[in-house]
């Protein structure tokens, strides 16, 4: 167990729906990272949050955006979904926001888009 | 896009050999690069890292290389077990605080 909670652990909705991910992070991480995975695809960074704050950006699109709340657990929001974002969604968490240390990740969120 | 490569899509070694897998990098500032392995269905872990400073760092039966030169670096796993099958990735943390995974290796240990 990382310590990394992702809910939920399944989901499936439909076409040009939303949906809402949420990730906690390991107790005393301020650094929370998401990253998608396609079937049998690498990591694709999407983006990362530091305290509350957004450190850095990678290839989100803009249907998605993310957050993360005063407690540190973060959300991510998938929005007009299409067939193609059926994957699944890692958060990581770290304690420090530049990098350096060992992310820890989640068990993920498999979303399937029908 | 993704700022790392790989050389290798797919790995097959005989179980006690050793596997190495190779990984570039693109931003020469980054300085922190660290290995993760990911079994089927489970969720990345970290096996060794290294940073900019360091030119190999060793851990139990892995060992990575950096070569800043070229900007190379390369995973060694010995004397390999069944165990050891899964995808391999390495990553690096750019200048911009982006964390990018490579596409992965996937290493087969055939016993």
């Known amino acids: 167990d990382s310590g990394v909670t992702q809910t939920p652990k399944h989901l499936i909705t439909a076409t040009g729906q939303r949906v809402t991910l949420r990730c906690s992070p390991r107790?005393?991480?301020?650094?929370v990272y998401w990253y998608q995975q396609s079937l049998d695809q690498g990591l694709q960074f999407l983006i990362q949050?530091?305290?509350?704050?957004?450190?850095a950006k990678g290839n989100i699109l803009e249907r998605f955006s993310a957050q993360q709340f005063p407690d540190l657990h973060s959300e991510l929001n998938l929005s007009s979904l299409e067939l193609g974002d059926s994957a699944l969604y890692f958060c990581?968490?770290?304690?420090?926001?530049?990098?350096?240390?060992?992310?820890?990740f989640g068990q993920g969120t498999r979303l399937t888009v029908v | 896009g993704e700022s790392v490569g790989l050389h290798l899509p797919t790995l097959s070694v005989q179980e006690g050999d050793s596997a190495v897998i190779k990984c570039t990098y693109s931003?020469?500032?980054?300085?922190?690069f660290p290995w993760y392995k990911q079994e089927l269905g489970k969720r990345p872990q970290l096996i060794i890292d290294i940073r900019s400073n360091m030119d190999k760092r060793q851990g139990q039966r892995v060992t990575v290389l950096l070569n800043k030169t070229v900007k190379h670096l390369s995973l060694q796993i010995a004397a390999t077990q069944p165990g050891d099958s899964a995808v391999y990735f390495c990553a690096e943390i750019n200048t911009g605080n982006q964390f990018y995974f490579g596409t992965g290796t996937s290493l087969t240990v055939i016993p």
């Open positions: 990581a968490s770290s304690i420090e926001g530049g990098g350096g240390t060992e992310a820890f």
């Open positions: 107790s005393g991480d301020l650094s």
């Open positions: 949050y530091y305290n509350g704050e957004e450190r």
């Open positions: 931003d020469s500032a980054s300085n922190y």
